[in-house]
């Protein structure tokens, strides 16, 4: 009975040093801030006094993050932008300490537009970007036979599944128009027709990625089945005298596409 009883003891104290063998030893590194948001660094150098090429900054080691320039993003820590539009402009570095995320912005006062913009802005909203452009489509406004707003085919603009308004079912705003400008910021004007209301909005131009987002307001023919909830558009072409937009998601699981010209 002893016996068994110091084996049991031996037993016992051989499976504690295994269990307390077996642990693993944690070493926790918890993450620190290398900096507080007072301490972020945010310059802007503009070539000119009060022009629109400004050099953005975030000069602060340590911290990384990203440039929203309003009409678009930067993943860099410095960028050139060539801005469109006069008046002060606040931009804003999303980044993170090491520990927290934060946003810091810097303004700058935009006082002239002595660096030509991309053409795409011009075709857009004219060379008066303050005055700006007003659009119509290119058709219309009764069935005319004509392609300007139609189902297509959700991987090709130009697959008519639909003639949409050119055969029988224009849609109710047909006879409106909307107005692209800069004036103070990148506003978009919505009328359902000549006496309609205005509704009024904003938009980004993407040059790079030959988008358009509007923001706060329909373009033409976008309540009906051709609508498009998100607001962004393929552009497809854009000229002095065509605009032609088109998504591959529209609001009846096809293609859509809008034809347009200037008023």
Same mark, same amino acid.
């Given at each position: ?48 006094? %009060? ?12 911290? =990384? ?49 002595? =660096? ?23 058709? %219309? ?97 854009? =000229? ?16 859509? =596409? ?6």
């Amino acid at each position: 009975m002893k016996i068994n009883k110091i084996l049991y003891g031996i037993f016992l104290g051989l499976m504690i040093l295994m269990v307390s063998s077996c642990d693993p030893t944690i070493d926790e590194q918890h993450l620190k801030n290398n900096s507080d948001v007072a301490g972020v660094e945010l310059i802007a150098t503009q070539s000119t006094a %009060g022009g629109n090429k400004i050099i953005l900054e975030m000069a602060t080691p340590g911290v =990384t993050g990203y440039w929203n320039y309003n009409l678009g993003t930067a993943l860099t820590d410095k960028v050139e932008i060539v801005y469109p539009i006069p008046g002060t402009a606040t931009f804003t570095y999303i980044g993170t300490l090491g520990a927290e995320f934060f946003e810091k912005t810097i303004d700058v006062q935009i006082d002239q537009l002595d =660096t030509p913009l991309e053409q795409d802005w011009y075709d857009l909203v004219s060379e008066n970007t303050s005055e700006g452009k007003t659009w119509v489509f290119d058709g %219309g406004p009764a069935p005319d036979g004509r392609l300007w707003w139609y189902m297509s085919d959700p991987g090709n603009w130009s697959a008519v599944w639909w003639n949409a308004a050119g055969d029988c079912c224009p849609p109710s705003d047909a006879a409106g128009n909307m107005k692209f400008d800069l004036d103070g910021a990148a506003n978009f004007t919505y009328q359902s027709g000549p006496d309609a209301a205005t509704q009024t909005g904003s938009f980004v131009l993407d040059t790079a990625n030959n988008t358009l987002q509007i923001s706060g307001a329909n373009i033409l023919g976008a309540e009906e089945g051709g609508g498009n909830p998100s607001g962004l558009y393929n552009i497809i072409s854009l =000229t002095e005298d065509e605009m032609i937009l088109w998504i591959p998601n529209a609001a009846w699981a096809t293609g859509w =596409t809008w034809h347009f010209r200037p008023q």
